[in-house]
């Protein structure tokens, strides 16, 4: 009787774009073999895209990059960074205030002042350039691409269902939320195993007193440094 071969998974994950993103973004990109940013749908006002947390003594402190929003349903992608105002220098001063004292801020300041001190003219860009920074420091290497390069096309659950045969992915993994809309009676037709997330959120030491969760991970990269990978997958919390 003919054995039959172990199917090898290979993992997809689709998210938008996130400035200075959260712990549970990267440990998605760091569970996928490919990783889609998905910068061609609606930008979502006050959501992740331009901002995130760090954090201060008195609590965490908002950094938010200003963007010029033309139109209601405006793709993330066509977003624009107004470079009028010096959200930058306010940045990095803040960050340099509240981690100097960090006991890894060396390794990845200098890094990060190169990065946002590109000529940015949207804000999936610099989000894209600051994923791409961040995975590098954390030593993963996924096959990251953008939606919008890939042309193409279906709604919510279809699409990301096309993504999986693009890539010839039999695995996807969805964050948790997505549960409420995705189809996936879609997958199962096309024996696409859907995983879902369920990120439990770490502990580590900080700054500043009593441990902030869901802040940006670069409070994990100044604190934690080299074993910031192994925190965000819960191996072990130093």
Known sequence: MELLKETKTKTLAVLQPGYLAWLGFFDQVNRSDVF???DDVQYDKNGWRN??????????????????????EQKINTVKID????????????IK????????????????VETLSGPWEYIADLDVALVKQIVSWLGISPLIVRSSDLGIEGDRSERLLNF????KANCYL????AQCYLDT???AKQYIEVRWQNYSHPTYNQLY???VPYLSVMDLLFNCGPNSLRIINNDQAT
């Open 97 to 112: 205030q509240l981690y100097q004292k960090a006991p890894y801020f060396q390794d990845y300041y200098s890094g990060l």
């Open 185 to 187: 009676d879609i997958f």
């Open 174 to 177: 969805s964050g948790n939320a």
């Open 36 to 38: 889609v940013i998905y």
């Open 164 to 167: 999986c045969g693009h890539f």
């Open 51 to 72: 901002r995130n947390r760090v954090k201060s003594a008195t609590g965490p402190v908002w950094l938010t990059v200003p963007v010029k929003v033309a139109k209601l």
């Open 83 to 94: 470079n009028c105002q010096n959200w930058r220098k306010k940045h990095l001063e803040t």
């Open 209 to 211: 007193g009593d441990f």
